[in-house]
């Protein structure tokens, strides 16, 4: 009896040491339909300069598994250099976190419309990105209209259409901070304040960064956000 369960435990023992990684590990896998032959790189960046961490050439068949060890969530790259006729190289951008986290695309549309699950972060930044991009898209319309060739506007209209430009602005920028205050656990929340309202009043970055979960002010993001703020201040 003693000798089964001394196999039972090795048994358990072995299986728990052949894990995937440890628990800052990343498994970054999935498909690239299509995709008969080029390679993929996981990177990140560090200051402004993109990083490599792992790499696989593909040759006949669109799977992959890439990895890293992770200090915190913080974005990164899955980049496609091709090895065809079409000279486009494409990016896919996501918030990678420790897990494993799934990415499927097409090689044809690699960056346009990837499927990405396993990153609660990532979630969070479409979340975001979804409501910017109708911001965004009022704007391209108030562009689109002041720039009409067709029939050009008089200078009370465009500045009308200024003033309409102006407060769409005001009102992406309220979203992001809002956004950044109502997430203070998740890491996207000094993400955001840095990438997106970087140039905001001081008082509301340091309103973010004073309200973020001790976990999240010590990640990547968090020490940054906070040396812009000293800095700003200075």
């Given amino acids: 009896m003693k000798k ?3 196999l039972v435990f090795a048994s358990l023992l072995i299986i728990s040491c052949s894990g995937n990684g440890s628990k800052d590990t990343m498994i970054v896998n999935g498909n690239v339909k299509g995709l008969k032959k080029g390679t993929l790189y996981l990177q990140y960046l560090i200051d402004t300069t993109l990083t490599t961490v792992d790499s696989l050439e ?7 598994q890439l990895e890293t060890e992770l200090e915190s969530p ?5 980049y496609l250099k091709k090895d065809d006729a079409n000279d486009i190289n494409d990016r896919i951008t996501f918030f990678g976190e420790p897990g494993t986290i799934t990415i499927n695309t097409s090689w044809n549309t690699f960056d346009m419309s990837p499927e ?7 979630k969070k930044l479409e ?3 979804k409501t910017m991009s109708r911001f965004n898209m009022r704007n391209l319309e108030i562009l689109r209209e002041a720039s009409n060739t067709e029939k050009p506007l008089d200078s009370l209209q465009l ?3 200024q003033l309409l430009s102006n407060k769409n602005l005001k009102r992406g920028y309220a979203y992001a901070l809002n956004f950044a205050l109502n997430h203070r656990d998740s890491y996207i929340a000094p993400y955001i ?3 997106e309202v970087s140039d905001a009043n001081v008082i509301y970055l340091d309103s973010i960064y004073k309200v973020l979960s001790p976990e999240v002010a010590e990640s990547k993001y968090g020490k940054k956000l906070k040396e812009h703020i000293e800095k700003v201040k200075q």
């Fill in 4 to 6: 089964i369960s001394f």
């Fill in 58 to 64: 593909i040759a006949g068949d669109g799977a992959f």
């Fill in 74 to 78: 913080e974005v990164f790259y899955l």
């Fill in 116 to 122: 990405i699950s396993g990153s609660e972060t990532q």
């Fill in 127 to 129: 979340e975001y990105q």
């Fill in 159 to 161: 500045d009308s259409l």
């Fill in 193 to 195: 304040a840095l990438n």
